[in-house]
């Protein structure tokens, strides 16, 4: 076919091609996600960008296959499982995670996004010195570990030299907000040509008509529709049959155009089809095996369909799938069973099972077995979903009843940890006939309420993981503490727009059922015990519990459920106005799941990190925080609601921002049936609006917040913001019921940080002497819990209220050191406060010039940071989720920028952008309690 028939009406495509390409060859990388319908033109579009790839550019193409979506990590072995020579370069952790997908390493399951970044480290070290072009075909076959994979290394391309294009069909969730280029069918005169030229005899113009019409302007449609025409339709007999899809009729076009092979090409035609690796040694042993030869091959290749030569494909990937959807049963269990017999047992288990499988009619346990080693493999390797599948078709092939319930249970639980809670019920429901033993119930139970609560979050969530909880008393203890903690959290989470009695009933429950575990010292006995009381019974009642649980955290090496549930402990922190305990255990939470990898654990983690790091008054740690969580997210696929992005932009007074995350987070939590999320909203509101002085606004907000002072949290934490608003507003009855509610669940605490805020909202609602006591007093204590925001808002409120007294010249002080810490913070809104009260009491502020520091973007900025601390660039790569080449063209631009010749200069060139120094109360600074006690730790 000429180019120019081929390529007709792609000038956009192959410009935008063009660009990605250039970019690369300048040092600059990208990916695009072509997609379009079966026969659009992707392929070739991909064809023309290898072969006008220029010298220097390394090209690197595989093609996904259907057949391989249930093997973990396959898509990326064919992708980079050449490159592993490099693998050395990479970091431990990185280099560790990709092997053991590869199944080259032994030991715990990767960590997916790990695993990500060392694809990007390798196709780092691909590129080299020139420009890599990475082209994957039928990306939507890609298995789901692969996919988000490669999807996260996509994301994270920046200054390699690499141009990464994805061809699908339709965009998967795991490429959304990738760049794209959709590609449609050609225009009418472009489709017009390209039809004369595939029959180049003629058509009769009713003909022509119908083909152009029915193929939509699809390219492969155009050229293969006309071949599975007779003459006598050519002239004019053809008949309309646009009922059928296009795609299968593209297929059946195909197939029909093989029909003329004798039937043992066929055959090797399907069994190349059914053989996703492409290994041409591996095909020939197979044909043997089913008495097929070197005719058969002849003819395959002379049928323009079979393409052999490093590899076996064919000339189209529609070819493929026409040709095993074509087969009948008996031929597609011939050839899995004859790859099955020749591919190695030792070196290709997995591949070697699912063709046994394929192979197997009737119920067969060796398969069966088989298969279940296969889906522990897949589970070390970190797939899920292949575990999932394997384990499936294990159950399908058991005979014996009881072990066919297990599989399934076991298959239904892979799905639900694979994000498809919906197959795992569909799994559960098969099972309703089968014989099961009281533990398999039990977990029948208990996954049908996780899977219910993932799908719904409406109030029986945490009813149903209660059930499933007691009914797993004396049968797993250990499984059963750990749904309780569940169902707690649920209830926890539910909050307002659950039952409200709900998080009482399995409060108490837990504690009927853990009396014998108060003694205990493993940390997830305490925890629970801790977080029931404290639910049931309130904060004096769980001090001494909880304490003792965030000591067992931080003392001792937490198994895998206790890492998981460490957030309850930091939750409890919180609960408790424990600075030092949050910060303590948000660290050790994040170590520990960092070192081990564990995924499902860091985005949590990262998020109370993120909360101890906004109290530390470091918003650009925080914010560094937020953006590991969505990179994890990039690869996880887990939903997290972004209340990081929300606080973060209320604490920085940017009212736009802030407002379109609480639209968004209220909306989510709706759907979710989360109170928690509400409750977020409004104290983030109750923030952004009482900095910008809108006040009335910011008592709207917080004043919401006021019923559910039970809950603690956000909604104890908003008091303080309510009794701020309505002092200001004149509600000095609704401030004043703000402040005994704030006091209920403060002085249960007795920490230097409740103590602060109960002295801070009491300030706002006495007089003269007594005020400026209060004032004194909160200070000390923020001072000395290290809390320079707290120091900061409550100097803000100390020297407004002296301006009020006419007090200028003490004002001008608080209100000055007030304007540094909160500017200092990030706090812009409350700064310009400040700012506003330094004019009134008639002091010109001289707001400090700028160096250049200021004009780093966040991405310099960590990276800067992170190289004045000593990391090297790979190191600084691994932290951020960037290559090292990319961390070190940020550090070549941050040089520029700063005017500095090395990391050595970093450090004084970067303290104008650092937080303030960690408090110290050099001197005391007023009457009033030492700060409470704090748990030893």
């Given at each position: 076919?000429?180019?120019?028939?081929?390529?007709?009406?792609?000038?956009r495509?192959?410009?935008?091609?063009d660009g990605?390409?250039?970019?690369?060859r300048?040092?600059?990388?990208?990916?695009?996600?072509?997609?379009?319908?079966?026969?659009?033109?992707?392929?070739?579009?991909l064809?023309?960008m290898a072969?006008?790839?220029v010298?220097?550019?390394?090209?690197?193409?595989?093609?996904?296959?259907?057949?391989?979506?249930?093997?973990?990590?396959?898509?990326?072995h064919q992708l980079?499982?050449?490159?592993?020579?490099s693998?050395?370069?990479?970091p431990?952790?990185?280099?560790?995670?990709i092997?053991?997908?590869?199944?080259?390493?032994?030991?715990?399951?990767?960590?997916?996004?790990?695993v990500?970044?060392?694809?990007l480290?390798?196709?780092?070290?691909?590129?080299?010195?020139?420009a890599?072009?990475?082209?994957?075909d039928?990306?939507?076959?890609?298995?789901?570990?692969?996919?988000?994979?490669v999807?996260f290394?996509a994301?994270?391309?920046d200054?390699?030299?690499?141009?990464?294009?994805?061809?699908?069909?339709?965009?998967g969730?795991?490429?959304?907000?990738?760049?794209q280029?959709?590609?449609e069918?050609l225009g009418?005169?472009?489709a017009?040509?390209?039809?004369?030229?595939?029959?180049p005899g003629?058509?009769?113009?009713r003909v022509r008509?119908?083909?152009?019409?029915?193929a939509?302007?699809?390219?492969?449609?155009l050229?293969?529709?006309?071949?599975?025409l007779?003459?006598?339709?050519?002239?004019?007999?053809f008949?309309?049959?646009?009922?059928?899809p296009?795609?299968?009729?593209?297929?059946?076009?195909?197939?029909a155009?093989?029909d003329?092979?004798?039937?043992?090409?066929?055959?090797?035609?399907?069994?190349a089809?059914a053989?996703?690796?492409?290994?041409?040694?591996?095909l020939w042993?197979?044909?043997?095996a089913?008495?097929?030869?070197?005719?058969?091959?002849?003819?395959?290749?002379?049928a323009?369909?079979?393409?052999?030569?490093?590899?076996?494909?064919?000339?189209?990937?529609?070819?493929?799938?026409?040709?095993?959807?074509?087969?009948?049963?008996?031929?597609?269990?011939?050839?899995?069973?004859?790859l099955?017999?020749?591919?190695?047992?030792?070196?290709?288990?997995d591949?070697?099972?699912?063709?046994?499988?394929?192979?197997t009619l009737?119920?067969?346990?060796?398969?069966?077995?088989?298969?279940?080693?296969?889906?522990?493999?897949a589970?070390?390797?970190?797939?899920?979903?292949a575990a999932?599948?394997?384990?499936?078709?294990?159950?399908?092939?058991?005979?014996?009843?009881?072990?066919?319930?297990?599989?399934?249970?076991?298959?239904a639980?892979?799905?639900h940890?694979?994000g498809?809670?919906?197959?795992a019920l569909?799994?559960?429901d098969?099972?309703?006939?089968?014989?099961?033993?009281?533990?398999?119930?039990a977990?029948?139970?208990?996954?049908?309420?996780?899977a219910?609560?993932?799908?719904?979050r409406?109030?029986?969530?945490?009813?149903l993981?209660?059930?499933?909880a007691q009914g797993?008393?004396?049968?797993d203890?250990?499984?059963?503490r750990?749904?309780?903690?569940?169902?707690?959290?649920?209830a926890?989470?539910?909050?307002?727009?659950?039952?409200?009695?709900?998080v009482?009933t399995?409060a108490?429950?837990?504690?009927?059922?853990?009396?014998?575990?108060?003694?205990?010292?493993?940390?997830?006995?305490?925890?629970?015990?801790?977080?029931a009381?404290l639910?049931a019974?309130?904060?004096?009642?769980?001090?001494?519990?909880?304490?003792?649980?965030?000591r067992?955290?931080?003392?001792?090496v937490?198994?895998?459920?206790?890492?998981?549930?460490m957030?309850?402990?930091?939750?409890a922190?919180?609960d408790?106005?424990?600075?030092?305990?949050?910060?303590?255990?948000a660290?050790?939470?994040v170590?520990l799941?960092r070192?081990?990898?564990?995924?499902?654990?860091?985005p949590?983690?990262?998020?109370?990190?993120m909360l101890?790091?906004?109290v530390?008054?470091?918003?650009d740690?925080?914010?560094a925080?937020c953006?590991?969580?969505?990179?994890?997210k990039?690869?996880?696929?887990?939903p997290?609601p972004?209340?990081g992005?929300?606080?973060?932009?209320?604490y920085?007074?940017?009212?736009?921002?802030?407002?379109?995350?609480?639209?968004q987070?209220?909306?989510?939590?709706?759907?979710?049936?989360?109170g928690?999320?509400?409750?977020?909203v409004?104290?983030?509101?109750?923030?952004?609006?009482?900095?910008l002085?809108r006040?009335?606004?910011?008592?709207?907000?917080?004043?919401?917040?006021?019923?559910?002072?039970h809950?603690?949290?956000?909604?104890?934490?908003t008091?303080?913001?309510?009794?701020?608003?309505?002092?200001?507003?004149?509600?000095?009855?609704l401030a004043?019921?703000?402040?005994e509610?704030?006091?209920?669940?403060?002085?249960?605490?007795?920490t230097?940080?409740?103590s602060?805020?109960?002295?801070?909202?009491?300030?706002q609602?006495?007089?003269?002497?007594e005020?400026?006591?209060?004032?004194?007093?909160?200070?000390?204590?923020?001072?000395l819990?290290?809390i320079?925001?707290?120091v900061?808002?409550?100097?803000?409120?100390?020297?407004e209220?002296?301006t009020?007294?006419?007090r200028?010249?003490?004002?001008r002080?608080?209100?000055r050191?007030?304007?540094e810490?909160?500017?200092?913070?990030?706090?812009?809104a409350?700064?310009?406060?400040?700012a506003r009260?330094?004019?009134?009491?008639g002091?010109?502020?001289?707001?400090?010039?700028?160096?250049?520091?200021?004009?780093l973007?966040?991405?310099?900025l960590n990276?800067?940071?992170l190289?004045?601390?000593g990391?090297t660039?790979?190191?600084?790569?691994?932290?951020?989720?960037i290559?090292?080449?990319t961390a070190?063209?940020?550090?070549?631009?941050?040089?520029m920028?700063l005017g500095?010749?090395?990391?050595a200069?970093l450090?004084?060139?970067?303290?104008?952008?650092?937080?303030?120094?960690?408090?110290?109360?050099a001197?005391p600074?007023?009457?009033?309690?030492?700060p409470?006690?704090?748990p030893?730790?």
């Amino acid at each position: 076919m000429p180019e120019i028939g081929r390529l007709r009406g792609r000038h956009r495509e192959l410009a935008e091609l063009d660009g990605l390409m250039g970019r690369a060859r300048a040092g600059h990388s990208g990916a695009l996600v072509v997609s379009g319908e079966a026969g659009v033109g992707k392929t070739v579009l991909l064809d023309q960008m290898a072969s006008r790839a220029v010298a220097g550019v390394r090209v690197e193409r595989i093609v996904a296959s259907e057949s391989e979506m249930e093997l973990a990590y396959a898509g990326l072995h064919q992708l980079c499982g050449h490159m592993m020579g490099s693998a050395g370069r990479l970091p431990a952790p990185q280099r560790e995670a990709i092997e053991a997908a590869f199944g080259l390493r032994q030991g715990s399951a990767p960590s997916p996004f790990l695993v990500g970044l060392a694809l990007l480290g390798l196709l780092t070290e691909a590129a080299g010195g020139r420009a890599l072009l990475c082209l994957v075909d039928d990306a939507q076959w890609l298995d789901e570990a692969s996919a988000r994979a490669v999807a996260f290394a996509a994301r994270r391309l920046d200054a390699e030299g690499i141009a990464l294009v994805l061809a699908m069909r339709t965009v998967g969730e795991a490429f959304a907000g990738l760049p794209q280029l959709v590609v449609e069918g050609l225009g009418h005169d472009d489709a017009r040509e390209l039809l004369r030229l595939a029959v180049p005899g003629g058509l009769d113009r009713r003909v022509r008509d119908q083909l152009i019409a029915e193929a939509r302007g699809n390219p492969l449609a155009l050229r293969e529709l006309p071949r599975a025409l007779s003459p006598a339709e050519i002239a004019g007999g053809f008949a309309l049959t646009g009922s059928m899809p296009l795609e299968s009729r593209i297929e059946q076009s195909l197939i029909a155009q093989l029909d003329p092979l004798p039937g043992s090409a066929r055959l090797l035609l399907l069994l190349a089809a059914a053989d996703p690796t492409g290994d041409p040694g591996l095909l020939w042993r197979a044909s043997v095996a089913l008495g097929l030869g070197p005719a058969d091959f002849d003819a395959a290749t002379h049928a323009d369909a079979l393409v052999i030569g490093t590899r076996v494909g064919f000339r189209h990937p529609l070819v493929r799938s026409a040709v095993y959807r074509s087969a009948s049963p008996e031929d597609r269990r011939r050839v899995h069973a004859a790859l099955a017999d020749v591919t190695s047992a030792g070196q290709d288990p997995d591949r070697r099972a699912w063709h046994r499988a394929s192979a197997t009619l009737l119920p067969d346990e060796d398969v069966a077995a088989d298969l279940e080693r296969s889906a522990v493999r897949a589970r070390t390797r970190g797939g899920a979903a292949a575990a999932a599948a394997f384990l499936e078709r294990a159950a399908e092939l058991t005979p014996e009843p009881v072990r066919r319930g297990q599989r399934l249970i076991a298959a239904a639980e892979a799905k639900h940890d694979a994000g498809a809670p919906a197959a795992a019920l569909r799994l559960l429901d098969t099972a309703r006939d089968l014989p099961l033993t009281a533990l398999q119930e039990a977990l029948i139970a208990r996954l049908r309420a996780r899977a219910g609560y993932a799908l719904r979050r409406d109030g029986s969530g945490a009813q149903l993981l209660l059930a499933a909880a007691q009914g797993l008393e004396g049968l797993d203890p250990v499984l059963a503490r750990d749904t309780y903690i569940e169902a707690l959290a649920a209830a926890i989470y539910g909050g307002r727009l659950g039952d409200p009695e709900q998080v009482a009933t399995v409060a108490n429950a837990i504690l009927a059922a853990t009396d014998a575990a108060e003694e205990s010292d493993r940390a997830r006995d305490l925890i629970l015990r801790g977080q029931a009381l404290l639910a049931a019974k309130g904060q004096q009642a769980a001090i001494a519990t909880l304490r003792r649980a965030q000591r067992a955290f931080l003392d001792q090496v937490p198994d895998a459920l206790e890492l998981h549930w460490m957030w309850f402990a930091s939750r409890a922190a919180q609960d408790l106005w424990d600075v030092r305990a949050l910060r303590a255990l948000a660290d050790r939470q994040v170590e520990l799941a960092r070192a081990e990898g564990v995924v499902t654990v860091l985005p949590i983690a990262l998020s109370l990190l993120m909360l101890a790091q906004t109290v530390d008054g470091d918003l650009d740690a925080a914010e560094a925080s937020c953006d590991e969580i969505d990179a994890i997210k990039d690869v996880t696929g887990h939903p997290l609601p972004q209340y990081g992005r929300l606080f973060l932009a209320a604490y920085r007074g940017q009212a736009a921002e802030a407002e379109r995350w609480a639209e968004q987070i209220r909306a989510d939590a709706y759907a979710r049936g989360e109170g928690y999320g509400l409750s977020a909203v409004n104290f983030a509101e109750a923030i952004l609006y009482n900095g910008l002085g809108r006040f009335a606004e910011a008592m709207a907000a917080s004043r919401r917040e006021l019923p559910y002072t039970h809950e603690l949290s956000h909604a104890m934490r908003t008091l303080l913001e309510l009794v701020e608003a309505a002092v200001r507003t004149g509600e000095r009855e609704l401030a004043e019921e703000a402040f005994e509610r704030l006091a209920s669940v403060t002085r249960p605490a007795g920490t230097g940080y409740a103590s602060g805020v109960l002295a801070m909202a009491e300030a706002q609602l006495r007089e003269a002497g007594e005020a400026e006591a209060l004032y004194k007093e909160a200070i000390g204590h923020f001072e000395l819990e290290r809390i320079p925001i707290m120091v900061g808002r409550c100097s803000l409120l100390y020297g407004e209220e002296l301006t009020r007294r006419h007090r200028h010249a003490e004002a001008r002080e608080r209100l000055r050191t007030a304007y540094e810490l909160l500017s200092g913070c990030g706090l812009t809104a409350f700064a310009e406060r400040a700012a506003r009260g330094l004019s009134a009491s008639g002091e010109t502020l001289r707001v400090p010039a700028h160096g250049s520091a200021a004009h780093l973007t966040g991405q310099e900025l960590n990276v800067a940071r992170l190289a004045r601390e000593g990391l090297t660039n790979r190191d600084i790569g691994a932290r951020l989720f960037i290559s090292a080449r990319t961390a070190e063209y940020h550090l070549r631009k941050v040089f520029m920028k700063l005017g500095i010749r090395g990391r050595a200069e970093l450090r004084s060139a970067l303290a104008e952008l650092d937080p303030p120094p960690p408090l110290r109360p050099a001197r005391p600074t007023g009457p009033g309690p030492a700060p409470g006690p704090r748990p030893s730790l």
